[in-house]
């Protein structure tokens, strides 16, 4: 009787029981994490991630060859992800109806990297009441060339904004160019008047100072400054998530940021896959305590 050979890369138990399949296989080219490694990066931050992914409709960016090959953004179940992934029907436009993914544990996170999944992009809504936002997210994002003090300046501007109008804010790095300012909210307001809200926000700030800011979505008019992409604020729109990895050259993360450490970023994406470890310290540090969280609601304005 023959043994046969274990294969270079067994399907292993990775975390929650999730079969990791092609562990070895190398996603980040530029760096050379493997899809093992991936795996084992979100097993280990599942926990800091669940509290902003679970229970929300999300959208994958999978790259099931790695980052340097095919990537595609899959909004709908396509049926074969394992059984802890679920459908949440959304209400088309059409009047059809559509399933999107929630996931509500590791092993839904895992069984999304498992099928090639590199990013999670969670909508702006939970799964309870998809038609109620409960958070408006500013995501800055800068013109080539301008310089990260820029954006970080951006971004400590519309918290003192924000501030003005009894909002609370938080900054995220994106791991890729830019910073998200997030606003978490009570529900009770509709889509509508979130994005109604954020688009005047938005163009409130470039009205004021039009050589910084811009709140239109053109690359022509963006040169030199900053665009408010305040579309993250309307219905189906999704926003990367908190501990999300990035299919981005060097496998870095988004990562919850305080206000204060922020004046000493160098840029957006200071961590990557590797780091689960620091991210499980920086979560205890009381800088970020509450990151993400305020009862708040928005303002009648
Ligand atoms: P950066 O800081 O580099 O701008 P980012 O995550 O903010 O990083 P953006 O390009 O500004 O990247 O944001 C695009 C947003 O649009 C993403 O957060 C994502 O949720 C969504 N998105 C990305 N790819 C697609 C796609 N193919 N189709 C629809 N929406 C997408
Ligand atoms: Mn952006
Ligand atoms: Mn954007």
Redesign the pocket.
């Known amino acids: 009787k023959v043994t046969p050979e274990k294969p270079a890369s067994a399907p292993k138990e990775g975390g929650e029981g999730v079969k990791i399949s092609s562990r070895d296989r190398v996603v980040f080219p530029e760096s050379g994490q493997t899809k093992g490694e991936l795996a084992d990066y979100y097993a280990a931050v599942a926990p800091l991630m669940l509290p902003f992914v679970g229970r929300r409709p999300v ?1 994958l960016v999978r790259c099931p060859q790695g980052r340097s090959r095919k990537c595609f ?1 899959q909004k709908h179940d396509s049926g074969s992800f394992g059984d802890s992934v679920h459908h949440v029907p959304i209400k088309e436009k059409d009047g059809g109806s559509e399933d999107y993914l929630y996931v509500e544990d590791a092993r839904g996170l895992l069984q999304c990297v498992q099928m090639g999944t590199i990013e999670f ?1 969670g909508w702006g809504a939970r799964t309870s009441d998809v038609e109620a936002p409960d958070k408006m997210i500013f ?1 800055l ?1 800068p013109d080539e060339g301008l310089d990260f003090g820029d954006v970080k300046q951006a971004a400590s501007d519309i918290k003192a904004r924000l501030s003005d109008i009894g909002l609370v804010s938080f900054a995220m790095l ?1 791991g ?3 910073v ?1 300012v997030i606003v978490p909210l009570e529900t009770g307001h509709s889509w509508e008047a979130h994005k109604d809200f954020a688009r005047r926000f938005a163009e409130a700030l470039s009205l004021a100072e039009p050589d910084r800011f811009t709140a239109t979505m053109s690359k022509a008019k963006r040169k030199g400054k900053i665009f408010i ?1 305040w579309l993250r604020n309307q219905r189906g729109s ?3 998530v908190p501990y999300s990895a990035r299919a981005r050259t060097g496998a870095p993360v988004a990562v919850p940021i305080a206000w204060d450490e922020l004046k000493k970023m160098q840029d ?1 994406k200071p961590f990557s896959i590797d780091d689960a470890d620091k991210l499980h310290e920086r979560a205890q540090d009381k800088a970020l305590s509450g990151w993400g969280f305020a009862a708040q609601t928005l303002p009648d304005v």
């Open positions: 959208s953004f992009h995501d994002d994106s890729g160019k830019g998200h992409d999704t926003a990367v957006a």
